[in-house]
């Protein structure tokens, strides 16, 4: 096995945000390599995400690893649950973009989303959208300003109806990088900058829904 010298993210986070869009976007690769060859990774954890010494990013444990439209045996922390899972449903490449929400949100917060404890918690913790992850960390007072684009994608990933989620990892990606070339916070410029075609329309509709 590989030496890997580094730490997990469950004990890096929260960081600031231009470091976190890195990181996730190394997550975003390696899932996007995952799906495209037919499979879900299904054990996106704090823990199983390790940064290297060299600033890399590598996927831990693969044992949940399986094919795409296949219902998810066994048990999973239930912050990161998608609702899909949660019902037993065959699990697609949306669902696995909740839990990556769920992770994005702990990177930038170091905070669960959805702060449950036991699954028959969840259905009732979904009927309210969590806060905005600028809100969490601008009662931290420890980090740079969140950006409003980065807050429309994470709450958009964490949507309970996967419609209404980006449709792939490659979306999300090149929103990210739409995201960490604007160097302002609050304005809604890294969106339009993008471009239609970067812009997942799940996020477009989000971003609506919030005027």
């Not at 890997?4 to 390599?33: F, K």
């Not at 054990?43 to 439209?69: A, E, W, Y």
């Not at 969140?146 to 109806?161: E, G, M, Q, W």
Request: glycine share 6%; charged share 20%.
């Amino acid at each position: 096995m590989e030496l890997l010298e580094g730490e997990d993210l469950q004990r890096v986070a929260p960081l600031n945000w231009r470091q976190a869009c890195a990181v996730l976007r190394g997550i975003a690769s390696a899932l996007d390599l995952i799906h495209s060859k037919g499979l879900l990774y299904r054990n996106l954890l704090p823990r199983n995400v390790r940064l290297t010494s060299n600033h890399g990013v590598k996927l831990l444990d693969f044992s949940n690893i399986g094919p795409i439209g296949q219902a998810q045996d066994g048990a999973v922390f239930p912050p990161f649950m998608s609702p899909e899972l949660l019902n037993h449903r065959p699990l697609d490449q949306r669902s696995e973009l909740f839990t990556f929400g769920a992770l994005a949100y702990w990177l930038l917060t170091g905070r669960h989303a959805y702060e449950v404890a036991q699954p028959s918690e969840l259905a009732e913790a979904w009927n309210e959208p969590p806060p905005p992850p600028s809100e969490v960390v601008a009662k931290l007072g420890t980090l740079e300003e969140i950006p409003y684009a980065l807050d429309l994608l994470v709450l958009s990933l964490l949507s309970a109806d996967p419609l209404d989620r980006p449709a792939t990892v490659e979306e999300v990606m090149e929103y990210l990088i739409a995201v960490a070339e604007y160097s302002g916070t609050r304005s809604e410029e890294p969106v339009a900058s993008a471009g239609p075609s970067l812009v997942p329309d799940s996020i477009l509709k989000l971003k609506t829904k919030a005027r």
